[in-house]
Structures are given as C-alpha cells and as structure tokens.
C-alpha cells in the first residue's frame, strides 16, 4: 500500500479553487499513477474527513516561451475531492 503523503502531491490555490472551496469541493495535485479510490483513502486518511466523491483531471504538457527559448510546462494530474456537508480542510483558509 502507498503512503498517503506520497499521493498527494500539494494543494492547488487559485481564484477557481477558491471558489470550489465555498461549495466544499477542494483541489490537490497527484502523482500520475494514483485512481480515485487511493485519492479518497489518502485524503481520508491525512485530514480525518468523509470524502463524498473524487473527479481526476489529466492537464497535458503545454510548450512555453521566453523570448528564443521554448520548453514546456510539466504535466500533471489533479484531484477535485468533495467532502461532506460542514466538513473543512485547514490547508486551505488564507
């Protein structure tokens, strides 16, 4: 079995991320290889929550530029994890 703390990769603040969080859906980036029943034990298991439901989103690689210069931007997986009704996460209050 995995170690919970190797899956989740970090949490994903962004404006849209905030937003979710109001609907209490938070966002949290993956390793590659992990499903959605590792995500949900994982985030069960690290912040003593009920998980509702886990949506996994695959962003592609994206080419970047900086002036003659082009390279890429890594691809990662995120994980958008719903919990239940007046459950909240710390990770996320600014």
């Known amino acids: 079995m995995k170690n919970p703390y190797d899956i989740?990769?970090?949490p994903l603040i962004t404006e849209k991320?905030?937003?979710l969080v109001e609907d209490g859906k938070y966002t949290f980036e993956v390793m590659p290889d992990v499903n959605r029943i590792?995500?949900?034990n994982a985030i069960e298991e690290i912040f003593n929550v009920d998980v509702v439901s886990v949506k996994?989103?695959?962003v592609r690689?994206?080419?970047r530029r900086v002036g003659r210069f082009s390279g890429y931007r890594p691809a990662v997986k995120k994980a958008i994890v719903t919990l239940e009704e007046g459950q909240t996460l710390d990770v996320f209050e600014v």
Request: zero cysteines; aromatic letters at 0%; glycine letters at 0%.
């Open 8 to 10: 989740i990769v970090r």
């Open 17 to 19: 991320t905030m937003k």
């Open 38 to 40: 590792e995500v949900k």
């Open 56 to 58: 996994i989103i695959n």
């Open 61 to 63: 690689k994206k080419e």
